[in-house]
Structures are given as structure tokens and as C-alpha cells.
């Protein structure tokens, strides 16, 4: 037992929790380059036409502010065979009454009922079944879609049969806020950079829920998606890797999104972000010891290591406080959470993804490159401690979630809609 003691245990966390992320940034940085340079710099600068046809999925709970010009955009798009089926799945408001009167203004719109509220993965399951297409392109009810993005997203669909989804590139719309303006960095500068790496050393954990596109026969394959996932698009990209379907990542598929400008909307959306990631986990990593499933594994083992880094950087804080109240041994005093050298590495190596995310990303966000660069340096401070207390929170809610519940949805928080810049 002494010689457990005596280990230098503090030196052991506080290098984890260094070099892990330093180490990720580099993973991310390189990959997000590769995929840059081989796939996205030289891509032909209009999508191909096809003769396919695309069923735009788009399910709405209490839309009631937002469906009109969510309907509008995606009727603008610039596909020459498509429909639109909006699923309003037990609205409490007057989204029925407006997608009604939307059916009659719009030939190629169509609407589907559901009595009460069965949640996103049953509201797209109706969606998909009763569309007339092969290919899906499901949005969410306040997702303002790019007049080319069904182009971008069928591409990849109908020349590869292998090919079971696709996801595009969301781009926030409100920027007005301290919040608004680093979550438009963090889906540049982490999402979208991580999302190119995945795709160049294996797969991707997961597509964007709010625009995503799919293969009608491998969604039937793998049941479509899972009604008791609190997190639908989370479960439908694993159920579809696992069966050897590939998904790819669209960044020229742009789709424009309200995100929550509050403390507690951004809360309650990464915490169930957080959850549904703990229940995908506990669901298909039992499974996942098989060779012909290898290609996941690198992102099974960069999910489970950021949520053991995200206890032991909770750790690392009592620990703190806890010394500044009671003794404790030596080997587990910490005299500071103040960053020393390695802090100012890690800022570095921070700063040289954002610039070369930021950079990748803008041809999508134009001359908003440099505001949205000096915001996101501030995005480690607040948004890494958010991710550790809701990845701690949410390991609670997984493990005493009730078994086959069905995943209901709350209308979000998508925060302050006056003078967005679009």
C-alpha cells in the first residue's frame, strides 16, 4: 500500500490532463489538413446534377416561430427533383395550423400528423417511411437550408454504394452574444476540424442531427433510428458504421442554425450532448472487440479517454480546494490551478488550431474569419470546464436512466433571434 501512496500521483494527472489535449489538437490539426488538402481544397466549385430524387425530412415540435422561413429555404433549393415532408410531431402551438396553411401554398410540401409527441427519432422514422425517395435529407424544424446543399449532400449518396449517410456544415446564425459569438468558433475550430480528421484515420462519431443526409436501404438495414437514444443522431451513425456503412463529411453542405445564447439553454443542450454520447458508449463498446469493426475503435478510445479526462480534471479542482480547507498528503497537494509552462503550450498549440480551423472554414464564413478568431481564444476557459461538468452530470443520468424509455423532446433554447447577421 505504501508504495501506491508514495507514487507521484499529482505529476501522473496533471500530465494527463496536459498532454492529452495537446495531444488530440495535434491528432485533429494534422487530420483536419489532410482532409483539407486531399478532398476539400480542389473540390469542383458546383455539385453535380443528378437524376435521383431527394425527400427533405423535417421534423418540428413547437416551430412555430421559425418553420415559416425554415419551410421557405427549403423549398429554394436548388435540386431538380426533390419533395418536402414536415412531420409535426404533437405541436402544443400553432405549428399545425401553419404547416397546414404551408400545404396549401407549397405543391411540393407535405405534412404529417403525429397526435402526441413520440420524439425526433419516431417523428423522422414517419418521415422516412412515408417519403416516395430513396435518399433523405433530414433538417431540424428551425434549420435554414443552402439553396446547393441537397446538391453537395446527394453527391456522395449516389455515386457511392457504400455510402449509408452523409452530414453537412452548420453555421450559426446568432452571433450577438458572448456565447453566440465562441459557438461559432467551436463549430469551425473544433467540430468541424474534428470531423475532417475522423474522416481521415476512421469514422465519424457522429453526424450533425440537424442536417444530415441518408440511404433509405441502410437506414431499413439497421431498424432507422432508435426511439430510447436521448441523442437519435449520435445512435444512427454507430448502428450504421457497425453494419459497415460509410458516412461522409460535407463541408460545403451549409445549413444555418440558432444556437442557445443562454447560460442555461447551453447547459441543458450539451448535457444531453454529453448523455447521449455516455448511453452510445455503454450500448456498442461491449461489441466492439471484433477486427471487422477496427475502424471504430479510434474513436471509441478518443471518446472514452475524454471522459476519463474529464474526471480527472474535476479531480484535479477538489483536490485544489480541498487543500486549501484540510491537510492532505503532500503527493496529492496541489499548490495552484493557475497554467504554468505547459499552459502556455497548450495555448499555443490552441491558438494554431483555431487559426488553422478557422482558416479551412473561411470560404464558408467569409470576412467573419478574424472576429470570429479573436473570440475563440477565449473558448478553453469556458467551454473545457463546461464539458467536464456535464460529462460529470450526465454519467448519473445514463446509468439510472430508466431502460427502453422513449426519448421525448423540449422545444430549445435557440437564444436571441433580433439583428442575427446571416
Known amino acids: 500500500m505504501n508504495w501506491f501512496l508514495g507514487l507521484p500521483w499529482i505529476d501522473i494527472l496533471f500530465g494527463f490532463a496536459f498532454f492529452y489535449p495537446l495531444a488530440m489538437a495535434w491528432v485533429w490539426v494534422v487530420g483536419g489538413l489532410w482532409f483539407f488538402w486531399k478532398r476539400e481544397r480542389k473540390a469542383q466549385p458546383f455539385p453535380q446534377l443528378f437524376d435521383e430524387g431527394c425527400s427533405i425530412i423535417i421534423p418540428c415540435f413547437n416551430e412555430e416561430a421559425q418553420v415559416r422561413e425554415t419551410i421557405r429555404y427549403a423549398m429554394q433549393s436548388q435540386y431538380p427533383k426533390f419533395e418536402v415532408i414536415a412531420v409535426n410531431d404533437g405541436s402544443t402551438d400553432m405549428t399545425a395550423e401553419i404547416l ?165 439553454g447551453l447547459w441543458k443542450q450539451r448535457l444531453r450532448w454529453a448523455q447521449g454520447g455516455l448511453e452510445v458508449l455503454f450500448h456498442y463498446v461491449p461489441k466492439m472487440f471484433k477486427w471487422r469493426l477496427r475502424r471504430m475503435w479510434p474513436v471509441m478510445l478518443e471518446t472514452l479517454t475524454s471522459i476519463v479526462w474529464a474526471y480527472v480534471i474535476l479531480l484535479i479542482i477538489v483536490l485544489f480546494f480541498a487543500g486549501l480547507f484540510v491537510p492532505i498528503p503532500a503527493q496529492w497537494y496541489i499548490h495552484t490551478l493557475l497554467p504554468q509552462w505547459y499552459g502556455a503550450l497548450l495555448g499555443i498549440t490552441c491558438i494554431v488550431q483555431f487559426g488553422v480551423s478557422l482558416y479551412i472554414d473561411k470560404r464558408y464564413d467569409g470576412d467573419r474569419f478574424i472576429r470570429n478568431y479573436i473570440w475563440i481564444i477565449w473558448y478553453p476557459i469556458f467551454f473545457w470546464l463546461l464539458s467536464v461538468f456535464t460529462t460529470v452530470f450526465a454519467l448519473p443520468k445514463t446509468l439510472f436512466k430508466k431502460p427502453k424509455q422513449r426519448a421525448r423532446w423540449i422545444s430549445p433554447d435557440r437564444g436571441f433571434r433580433g439583428g442575427n447577421e446571416k
Open 100 to 264: 397546414n396553411e404551408l400545404a396549401e401554398q407549397y405543391v411540393k410540401l407535405r405534412v404529417v400528423h403525429l397526435a402526441e409527441n413520440q420524439g425526433k427519432a419516431y417523428a423522422l422514422r414517419s418521415g422516412a417511411l412515408v417519403s416516395q425517395y430513396e435518399y433523405l435529407l433530414c433538417i431540424d424544424g428551425d434549420a435554414l437550408l443552402h439553396p446547393h446543399t441537397a446538391l453537395w449532400m446527394m453527391q456522395p449518396l449516389v455515386q457511392h454504394p457504400r455510402v449509408g449517410a452523409v452530414t453537412g456544415n452548420p453555421r450559426i446564425l446568432n452571433r450577438s452574444g458572448m456565447l453566440g459569438k465562441l459557438q461559432v468558433g467551436e463549430f469551425s475550430s473544433i467540430i468541424g476540424i474534428v470531423k475532417r480528421a475522423q474522416r481521415t484515420y476512421g469514422r465519424l462519431f457522429t453526424v450533425s442531427g440537424v442536417i444530415a443526409g441518408f440511404r433509405k436501404t441502410a437506414l431499413h438495414r439497421v431498424g432507422f433510428w432508435s426511439e430510447d437514444m436521448i441523442t437519435e443522431d449520435i445512435d444512427i451513425s454507430w448502428k450504421l458504421q457497425f453494419d459497415h456503412w460509410d458516412i461522409q463529411y460535407v463541408p460545403q453542405a451549409l445549413c444555418y442554425i440558432y444556437m442557445p445564447e443562454t447560460f442555461r
